[in-house]
């Protein structure tokens, strides 16, 4: 495989950095740095009780715009149905494949559209996701079957669960969780989701709704009996 | 990459006498500048993660042909293709040269400076293919056929009723009478005509903030979700980047996550931070079927083992120009660059040439701001001396200022010349100022005193003279 731009650019670089190809112990090393990556500055806000981590989570989650609600594991699809109704929303719902999700028309209050992807026009988008970040109240969602991307992104009103036991410190531990679900590498597409969509393009003005969804409402499942809803 | 900074000083002069320029650069300091202040504030591990982030650059440019490879190895192995551009012209077509092995009509872009940087809208253009910005600033700016005067708020020099004339004229299909005067009803028509565009879009193109060695991951961090709409829904996503934008593992890319949207818009956190890897799986129910990702030399290798060597660190948060008073006074387009302010000033010479850059290194008071708020710690000031030097060394400086500073030099280094020298200045200024005690007027010093007046010297003597005096008593 020889590619004269590709070697022109690595040569190149070499010949600034006035060495040759690096030593192959060199690159061993390197290589087992790539292999065990170590976190270098975790701040406080990443660290604290599993009760503290969750509350932060919905302070800093707050912050950034999105709503929350706590509730019990029963309750998720009333919730989603009264946020709905208090938002002046349409009640049917296109809902991810994801079998945490499944019941959440149980109570009547909801219309599952569709499972999966969600078409341009659908209004409200519901997903779960992988974990919830304390640092900075923000939503880890990882793409799949269960978990189609543009759900995050389509609709105009996006609803996200997340479960109590999810919710971690900061980015560190958001890596760990995504590790152990995808040993082999990440999925196509990870979000990162904190607050709805905005922009600040028109002379500087914040606005929300931006092309992403214009409301993020998370519906916390409180699950964790060492982090009990106050 | 086309420049035109010598004819910095013309610019600027015009620039200074807009009324309207001034007012949309005020907002920077209660925008930019002051939510940057809090969010910095609010977390005691900034100085610890701007050390670590300086490492952390420095070590992976240090090996960056390991990681480059590394990179490209990941990206393979998850079904993505890696392209190699030496220049801006083996960019665009290799970006062209996918579009039309999938028929592609339509284009839609995220926010990319490297895209402004090798002119891809144009090239595209030129060759049948129509790109369409979709965030919001970048959009403005195409309507209007400017180029963006900052690089993360493109469209900051642009009135809010020059949007909805541009608006008016582009969108025909909508009523002329439609009330447009709310910043609201702008968003609302672009958010409509745009998702039109992404739904049928052949090709999306991103830019990218990070590129990941561990995972083959390009990394976009944006707000509005254009990005993320103009990746996820063509069945190309096509990634335009350079080779300085790599880091090595995931938690490498937290450092520079926790470090950008605090210094760009002082959000703890930008809305979607999104890693992108491959195409989509066989069993994904969305996403693209194509991933490629071009990665762009542009003069950045040459850079490498230089005095300018650091700024390869830069994230491109643009907390250096919404800090730098010279941005702040003349706006982003006086800079003749798309990268401008005190960034743009240090990278344009490197990625273009000096000669084209000529000016730029000297728009800048060497005040320092810069430096000190730069999360990646780049000594901006420094390596603008540098290039400052370079222009000497290389006799780009105009022969007048050439002999001046001889002058100078010489008479520097002779004490007694030099304090008779400037004694007999300073009483020929006093005179000339008469009563006024100002000058508005200085023979070959015009270019100084054009936009100011220059104070006669206080009575008393030179500063030597009278710290003489005061020695004595
Ligand atoms: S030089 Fe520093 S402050 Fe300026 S854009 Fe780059 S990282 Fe930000």
Same mark, same amino acid.
């Given at each position: 495989m020889t590619d004269p731009a590709r070697d022109s650019i690595l040569n190149g670089i070499r010949a600034a950095l006035r060495r040759g190809p690096l030593p192959a112990e060199t690159r061993a090393a390197l290589d087992r740095g790539l292999a065990a990556p170590a976190p270098a500055v975790v701040p406080a806000i990443a660290r604290g009780s599993r009760?503290?981590?969750?509350?932060?989570?919905?302070?800093?989650?707050?912050?950034?715009?999105?709503?929350?609600?706590?509730?019990?594991?029963?309750?998720?699809?009333?919730?989603?149905?009264?946020?709905?109704?208090?938002?002046?929303?349409?009640?049917?719902?296109?809902?991810?494949?994801?079998?945490?999700?499944? @019941?959440?028309?149980?109570?009547?209050?909801?219309?599952?559209?569709?499972?999966?992807?969600?078409?341009?026009?659908?209004?409200?988008?519901?997903?779960?996701?992988?974990? @919830?970040?304390?640092?900075?109240?923000? /939503?880890?969602?990882?793409? @799949?079957?269960?978990?189609?991307?543009?759900?995050?992104?389509?609709?105009?009103?996006?609803?996200?669960?997340?479960?109590?036991?999810?919710?971690?410190?900061?980015?560190?531990?958001?890596?760990?969780?995504?590790?152990?679900?995808?040993?082999?590498?990440?999925?196509?597409?990870?979000?990162?989701?904190?607050?709805?969509?905005?922009?600040?393009?028109?002379?500087?003005? /914040?606005? /929300?709704?931006?092309? @992403?969804?214009?409301? /993020?409402?998370?519906?916390?499942?409180?699950?964790?009996?060492?982090?009990?809803?106050? | 990459m086309h420049v035109t900074s010598r004819q910095f000083k013309d610019n600027a002069r015009g620039a200074v006498a807009d009324a309207n320029l001034r007012q949309s650069l005020a907002t920077m300091k209660t925008g930019f500048r002051a939510k940057r202040g809090v969010a910095v504030a609010a977390l005691p591990e900034f100085e610890a993660l701007r050390e670590a982030g300086k490492a952390m650059k420095d070590h992976t440019l240090a090996h960056l042909d390991h990681y480059l490879e590394r990179f490209e190895e990941k990206v393979t192995a998850s079904g993505g293709h890696v392209h190699w551009a030496p220049d801006a012209d083996a960019a665009c077509r290799t970006v062209l040269d996918i579009c039309r092995r999938h028929n592609a009509r339509l284009v839609t872009k995220g926010k990319s400076m490297v895209a402004e940087e090798i002119e891809l809208n144009a090239f595209l253009q030129k060759n049948g293919i129509e790109p369409v910005e979709t965030d919001l600033g970048e959009y403005i700016i195409q309507l209007r056929h400017e180029l963006p005067s900052h690089i993360i708020a493109p469209a900051i020099h642009v009135r809010k009723d020059q949007v909805a004339d541009s608006f008016r004229d582009t969108h025909t299909q909508f009523p002329a009478d439609r009330p447009l005067e709310e910043p609201r009803d702008l968003l609302d028509e672009a958010r409509?005509?745009?998702?039109?565009?992404?739904?049928?879009?052949?090709?999306?193109?991103?830019?990218?903030?990070? &590129?990941?060695?561990?995972?083959?991951?390009?990394?976009?961090?944006?707000?509005?979700?254009?990005?993320?709409?103009?990746?996820?829904?063509?069945?190309?996503?096509?990634?335009?980047?350079?080779?300085?934008? #790599? #880091?090595?593992? &995931?938690?490498?890319?937290?450092?520079?996550?926790?470090?950008?949207?605090?210094?760009?818009?002082?959000?703890?956190?930008?809305?979607?931070?999104?890693?992108?890897?491959?195409?989509?799986?066989?069993?994904?129910?969305?996403?693209?079927?194509?991933?490629?990702? #071009?990665?762009?030399?542009?003069?950045?290798?040459?850079? &490498?083992?230089?005095q300018v060597q650091d700024v390869l660190r830069c994230i491109r948060c643009a907390a250096c120009i919404n800090h730098c008073p010279i941005y702040g006074a003349v706006g982003g387009h006086a800079y003749g660059s798309v990268y401008p302010g005190p960034i743009g000033s240090v990278l344009t010479p490197g990625l273009a040439s000096l000669e084209e850059a000529a000016n730029l290194p000297n728009a800048s008071t060497l005040c320092g701001r810069c430096e000190a708020v730069c999360p990646m710690k780049i000594p901006l000031p420094r390596m603008l001396r540098h290039w400052r030097e370079e222009e000497f060394a290389r006799h780009l400086v105009p022969a007048r200022a050439r002999w001046g500073l001889r002058l100078w030099a010489f008479t520097a280094r002779r004490p007694a010349l030099y304090r008779f020298g400037t004694g007999l200045a300073a009483r020929a200024l006093r005179l000339l100022g008469g009563r006024r005690g100002r000058l508005a007027r200085l023979p070959l010093a015009g270019g100084w005193t054009r936009v100011r007046d220059l104070p006669v010297p206080e009575p008393g003597g030179t500063f030597m003279a009278r710290y003489k005096r005061r020695e004595t008593h």
């Open positions: 009760a503290a981590l969750v509350a932060r989570f919905v302070v800093n989650a707050e912050a950034a715009a999105a709503t929350v609600a706590r509730v019990a594991p029963a309750a998720v699809g009333p919730a989603v149905a009264a946020y709905l109704r208090d938002h002046n929303q349409p009640t049917r719902v296109a809902v991810a494949a994801d079998a945490r999700l499944d @019941g959440l028309a149980d109570s009547g209050l909801l219309t599952v559209e569709r499972r999966g992807t969600p078409a341009g026009d659908d209004a409200v988008g519901v997903g779960h996701a992988l974990a @919830g970040l304390a640092e900075t109240g923000t /939503l880890l969602m990882a793409s @799949g079957p269960d978990s189609p991307s543009t759900l995050n992104m389509l609709p105009d009103t996006h609803i996200v669960v997340v479960r109590a036991r999810d919710v971690v410190g900061g980015l560190e531990d958001g890596w760990a969780r995504l590790r152990t679900a995808h040993p082999d590498g990440p999925p196509r597409t990870v979000h990162f989701i904190t607050g709805p969509s905005r922009t600040g393009d028109i002379e500087q003005t /914040l606005q /929300l709704g931006a092309h @992403g969804p214009r409301r /993020l409402h998370i519906v916390l499942v409180d699950d964790d009996p060492d982090a009990p809803a106050a | 409509t005509v745009l998702r039109d565009r992404f739904l049928t879009a052949d090709v999306g193109i991103t830019g990218a903030n990070m &590129l990941i060695a561990e995972t083959g991951s390009t990394v976009i961090v944006t707000n509005e979700g254009n990005g993320d709409l103009t990746q996820l829904l063509p069945r190309v996503h096509i990634v335009v980047t350079s080779i300085d934008k #790599v #880091v090595p593992t &995931l938690e490498d890319s937290s450092i520079v996550l926790r470090l950008l949207a605090r210094s760009a818009t002082g959000q703890p956190m930008s809305t979607y931070t999104t890693f992108s890897t491959g195409p989509r799986r066989p069993e994904d129910p969305d996403g693209p079927e194509h991933f490629h990702v #071009v990665l762009l030399d542009n003069g950045r290798s040459r850079m &490498l083992g230089t």
